[in-house]
Every structure is written in structure tokens, then in C-alpha cells.
């Protein structure tokens, strides 16, 4: 089993390892019910994740699909649509749109963090539908490189005060490291659970 939340697999290691005592005391028909049961809770939990993104995504899909639209109407009215730079510019902010929808899809599946391309994809459907309104809205589009120099910046920042860290810092490590390594093995202790099973 595959579980993001770790108090979830706590639970179901204490399920399974007290199962595993029933099991040792019934035999192996009680192998069969357990299976059962833990393969019937991993798909109600994978037909809930299934949902979940399902409903994520038909909302991007559907925030995508109208600032599209109502791009292309603007391009439309104004006429700029006919002109190579106006199809060019909507062609290249519906390429933007799919590339980040199917990013985030598969982000989603994989359960994979799409916190920049979303951020991407939120800063395009603004344009679109902010260029219905005024020709400014394409300036929005300067934050892209902006925010990358931001992330740069928090790497070789983190990367200056990692290397230029004073003995008093190193300490601090330490006892950081020793605080995980005793979390770590608090967490690998096995908690057992008692398990009746009746039979007739």
C-alpha cells in the first residue's frame, strides 16, 4: 500500500501486524478475509484520489475553456485576430493554456507538486481575460520572469547561507539531526494491536 499521510500507514500497520496474529492462530482462511478487507479499503481510497482529481481538473478544464473564449472573441471584435502578430499572440496564449492543463493532469495522476505551472496557467487566463478589457494585460506577463528570478534568488540565497554559516549554526544542525533521529525511530517502532476472531 501507498500512503501520502503517515498517520493513515501508522494505523494500517498496526492493523496489519495484528492481523498477523490472527492469521498465525486461524490459518490460512483467515489469510483470504484479510486480504479482502485491505484490498477493498486500497480501492474505495484510489476511486476517492481518482475523484478528487477528476474534479480538480474539470475545473481547470473549464476556467481554461472560457478564457479562451472570451479571448477569442475579443481578438475577434478588435479585429487583431487577422493580423499574423494577433493570431500569432492567441495562438501562443491557447498553446500556454493546454501545455499547463496537461501538466497539471498528469501532476495530479502522479501526484506530483504543480504549484509553478500553475502559477503559470493563472497568470495566462489573467491575460486572457484581462486583455478583453485593455492591451496592458500583456504586461501581467513580465511576472514570469520576475518570479523566476525570485526562485533563483531563494536558491543561491539558501545555497549562501548554507556554506557561510557561523559554529553556533553548526550546533543548532546538530541538535536538529539528532531531534530527526530520534523522531525516526520513535516512528519504526511497531505498535501492536490485539485482535480477536471468533470462529464457530
Known amino acids: 500500500f501507498f500512503f501520502n499521510d503517515t498517520a493513515t500507514t501508522e494505523i494500517y500497520t498496526e492493523q496489519i501486524v495484528g492481523s498477523v496474529r490472527c492469521v498465525q492462530e486461524t490459518g490460512t482462511w483467515g489469510i483470504q478475509i484479510i486480504s479482502n478487507y485491505y484490498s477493498k479499503m486500497a480501492n474505495q481510497a484510489a ?14 478544464k473549464i476556467i481554461a475553456l472560457v478564457a479562451t473564449i472570451l479571448s477569442l472573441v475579443s481578438f475577434l471584435i478588435s479585429g487583431s485576430l487577422f493580423s499574423l502578430s494577433g493570431f500569432l499572440t492567441f495562438a501562443a496564449m491557447g ?34 481575460v484581462g486583455a478583453c478589457l485593455h492591451s496592458y494585460a500583456f504586461y501581467i506577463y513580465l511576472l514570469v520572469p520576475l518570479y523566476g528570478l525570485y526562485k533563483i534568488g531563494g536558491f543561491v540565497w539558501g545555497y549562501i547561507a548554507s556554506t557561510g ?31 480477536l476472531l471468533y470462529t464457530s
Open 47 to 60: 476511486k476517492k484520489l481518482e475523484q478528487q482529481r477528476s474534479e480538480k481538473i474539470g475545473i481547470y
Open 95 to 128: 498553446v500556454v493554456d493546454y501545455v499547463c492543463y496537461n501538466q497539471i493532469n498528469n501532476s495530479l495522476g502522479l501526484g506530483v507538486d504543480f504549484d509553478t505551472t500553475l502559477d503559470i496557467f493563472i497568470i495566462n487566463v489573467v491575460v486572457q
Open 165 to 195: 554559516g557561523s559554529s553556533g549554526a553548526q550546533v543548532e544542525d546538530q541538535d536538529d539531526d539528532k531531534s530527526k533521529k530520534k523522531d525516526k525511530k520513535d516512528k519504526e517502532r511497531v505498535k501492536y494491536k490485539t485482535c
